[in-house]
């Protein structure tokens, strides 16, 4: 559920075009401009909007946005004007390629494979493939941890179904397996990872419930108490995504505001921008849960300038 405000009557394609080459001529930039269109089209108008600058400039708006603006406000728009398979191929390659890159930064490859459907992570494994001239899997072993690329590689190259189907009998049994693995501190099995990587969500969610029915404790809480390291991290992070991707967007969002002077630009910005036009609604309900305060609130205070006229368009706050 999308929170921004779109108009009533939106212009043309070819009306918001020449606007936004207006705004990006010269040696400044009308950013005001920018937030004000983009900042209120939806996925399709935006697409228009992409072609009609290309057919009338010859040039890429999205080229136009990368050599104009700078810093956060520039990553951010740029990832909102790219299409959603484009979008996260790029969080995906950069959360790859960090020089120093932490375990919670490869939280983006988890979403992509768990918090969307499995239409759109092959949609991603193509854009990846097409940007980047090498495979998803492939940039992943090349990339991460030995103890992480088993279950990373399972995620993203799967197909899920994703018919609302479920078998109690393969929940109570997938629940037995992963309870003896997490029991014995296996959590690399290959039972675990391939049953997180395989089972459709609805079936996947049925045997979560089946493991606190039995066992009288929440699956991720369970595999906390296993082990604290990398690959528990980000098994607890495949469950949440899974089972309640609202309430891990929620809490991607409170770990990157934390303070006005230490405020994680980039995890606050996937966040928005991926989410905006999903359930950005429902994460707004579970920060307030999680933290007693609105959202719009949060980002005004920890982020400024037309970057947080843009994110607070994109969630539908007033600024």
């Not at 969307?116 to 193509?126: E, G, K, L, T, Y």
């Not at 998803?136 to 941890?145: F, H, P, Q, T």
């Not at 996947?204 to 029915?213: I, M, N, P």
């Not at 699956?219 to 949440?240: E, K, P, W, Y």
């Amino acid at each position: 559920m999308a929170s921004m405000k779109l108009p009533d009557s939106a212009p043309s394609p070819t009306q918001d075009s020449e606007r936004l080459s207006r705004a990006l001529q010269g040696r400044g930039v009308d950013e005001n401009v920018l937030v004000w269109i983009l900042g209120h089209r939806n996925a399709f108008q935006r697409k228009e909007i992409k072609e009609t600058y290309q057919q009338l400039y010859k040039e890429s708006i999205i080229y136009r946005l990368h050599s104009k603006l700078s810093g956060a406000l520039k990553k951010a728009m740029v990832l909102w004007m790219n299409e959603a398979p484009e979008r996260d191929a790029i969080l995906a390659h950069k959360a790859l390629n960090r020089k120093w890159k932490k375990v919670n930064q490869l939280q983006a490859l988890v979403e992509i494979a768990c918090a969307s459907s499995p239409h759109h992570v092959m949609a991603v494994r193509r854009a990846y493939c097409s940007l980047y001239e090498c495979s998803l899997e492939e940039d992943i072993v090349s990339n991460v941890s030995t103890s992480l690329q088993k279950l990373l590689v399972s995620l993203v190259s799967s197909y899920r179904h994703d018919r609302v189907f479920v078998e109690l009998n393969i929940a109570k049994s997938d629940a037995a397996k992963l309870h003896e693995a997490i029991e014995k501190k296996q959590l690399d099995n290959d039972d675990v990872v391939w049953i997180l990587a395989t089972r459709n969500v609805f079936q996947l969610k049925a045997t979560f419930g089946c493991y606190k029915q039995r066992y009288k404790v929440a699956i991720d809480q369970a595999i906390n108490s296993s082990g604290n390291g990398d690959l528990s991290f980000m098994l607890r992070t495949v469950i949440l995504c899974i089972d309640f991707p609202e309430k891990h967007f929620a809490e991607v969002i409170r770990a990157s505001t934390v303070g006005q002077w230490n405020t994680d630009k980039d995890s606050l910005t996937r966040a928005i921008v991926t989410r905006a036009e999903i359930d950005i609604k429902k994460i707004k309900g579970e920060y307030f849960k999680m933290s007693n305060t609105n959202l719009d609130d949060v980002v005004t205070r920890v982020v400024s300038g037309v970057y947080r006229d843009f994110l607070m368009a994109l969630i539908g706050g007033k600024f």
